[in-house]
């Protein structure tokens, strides 16, 4: 079974749908928000356990989690300073930065045992830990390890920053509110058409915090940072009408410094909103997007891998799969009204049109375990199909007459599909078979008439690229990482010329720096023990660059944080400085021959042009 598919908890009532009778969560669980505090009524979870900017303080009931345990660290300090009842995790168990002085009752990490940055006092009842223990170097030589059985080794760091130092400080009190703060759960917002999937009270309570903020008030808003987005791009959206910049840069510096989690966005949206640039699409709730149009990354693709985009050997249409359908009739959205009326047993979930002609509507019938039975799919209010499936995502191009959703199997977690539909019949047009699990579906607009129409990859990573036919187009069934976990293997087992080919490819793909550092040490290692001067003559050139990346990146990131830390005024103005100093792709003008920048500018003023004339 896969976990690739975290499920969000913001309460406990959250926590205890997930629960079966015998008190185990059988997929990963990520904490977000402020009002859960303790896991209580859980006793295993069988995926990995996450916490992003939560304010939890302790795993409870908790005992033992399958996979990873982690926190995530961004605008709010971890409250979270013991374990609870917990004794056994499967995968890595990563405390780093957060308060812990004691492990108490645990005794089994599967993984590595991350306690980089912890004042650690007492192991408790740590038994073994399957990899490493990692540590701050001012603890060496103070704690007592011989009872614990470590199979790889205990690690020191010099451990001169801390996730803590990112948080924002000298942040302004925040006022308790005069109304009660409705949950409204982490969804990603691109523009103030979020507040279109707001219900009626969380609506409510939005108008309440925009004329607080207004009125020259700032509530807390119980970490429901949709809230502050929203505010944030209607502030923008007001700007565009009254074109006052230095009310809207007052505006925006106000909320960014009371609400830090929107820091990262607001100089590129008021950068567009500056220039005239429309306003970009929401493209719906719940992280299940309509309309998405990816052919920047795909022309991407195509420059830096033109081989992938070639027609695979044999391409032909995809294998029909078995869906129950049914057509367009006027009895059709009684029936929908049915499913929903028993709460208990359905979930409705309705997403944005892409175009004024289509609303689509997913609902969800499960069984008494949470898990889901099929799901029914209708547009305009009109059911189309039932799928004996969960629906994992949608996308759609409305000109072209199509509608993708990309199922995951009800009875195995590990099986996904694509489904192809005629938007104004629901005839279904094709189903692919078997598709690797945990991938992103994609839709490329120009796919039509170019070389694809969907992308479905792992990542940055592309798995298969097909037509709006269902063609395969092209196939790449590999990533750098598993690459490097293939050479791995290979280097255990003596397979030192297959070991050395794959270490060679994993350097040519998108993969972290560190990690191509690692590789080419395992080359270096290779090149000694085959005795082959000329692989280690390459490495040695190519050790030397990726550190010298390395240093880059540092500076590069140290850079960044310290132009994030000015004031936003600040930043625009270094941002305006830096375009005037580019084309209008980005390249630096004095690095590029006269016939190149005249070229870009060019293009870019003939692509503004198209923008505001409406065309595509």
Known sequence: MSYSDPKDVYTTEDLMRLVKSDGTIHTSVTIRGEYLREISGVEKIAGSLGSVDSKLESFGSLEEVGGDVWFSIHTVAPLMKELGQLKTVGGDLRLNDLNIRSLGGLRRVGGNLNLRNVMIEDFGSLECVGRNILLSKSLQGKLDLSGIEV??????????????????????????????????????AYSVAILDSADAGQQEFYYYFKQTFLDGRLIDVRGNSNYVFALMFDLIRDFRKHRDEQL??????????????????????????????????????????????????????????????????????????????????????????????????????????????????????????????????????????????????????????RLFIQTMHSENEDSFSIFCFELSTGRRLWQTGNIPPGGSLYVDKAGRSVEAGLTYGLEENYLVLLDYDGNILGRNFGSGYEMISAAEEGFKNNEFEKAKELFLQALETKISTNTKIKAAKKLARIGKL??????????????????????????????????????LAERLSKRSQVEDDEDDEGHNISELSEDEAGKNQYWGKRWKQIEEEGGS
């Open 530 to 567: 085959m005795g082959d001067e000329e692989l280690l003559a390459q490495i040695a050139v190519q050790s030397s660059s990726l550190e010298s990346d390395k240093e880059a990146e540092k500076t590069r990131r140290a850079n960044r944080a310290a132009e994030q830390a000015l004031p």
């Open 248 to 401: 809207v840069v007052r505006q925006l510096t106000e909320l960014e410094t009371a609400y830090p989690v929107i820091q990262r966005y607001t100089e590129e949206n008021l950068t567009a909103a500056i220039k005239g640039k429309p306003e970009r699409p929401d493209i719906g709730s719940g992280g299940i997007a309509i309309s998405i149009d990816v052919g920047e990354v795909l022309d991407n693709l195509r420059s830096e891998h033109p081989h992938l985009f070639e027609p695979a050997e044999g391409a032909d249409a995809l294998e029909s799969g078995d869906a129950e359908e049914v057509q367009f009739n006027d009895n059709d959205y009684e029936e929908f009204e049915d499913k929903e009326d028993d709460a208990e047993d359905v979930e409705r979930f309705e997403f944005p049109p892409a175009d004024p002609l289509y609303t689509v509507v997913l609902i969800e019938t499960r069984d008494d375990d949470y898990n889901c039975l099929e799901t029914s799919v209708a547009i305009n209010e009109k059911t189309f199909a039932v799928l004996k499936a969960r629906v994992n995502s949608i996308r759609s191009d409305v000109s072209a007459d």
């Open 151 to 188: 199979a790889g080794k205990v690690k020191y760091f010099n451990d001169t920053k801390s996730r803590l130092d990112d948080i924002p400080k000298n942040q302004p009190t925040l006022a308790e509110p005069e109304i009660p703060v409705p949950l409204w759960k982490k969804t990603y």
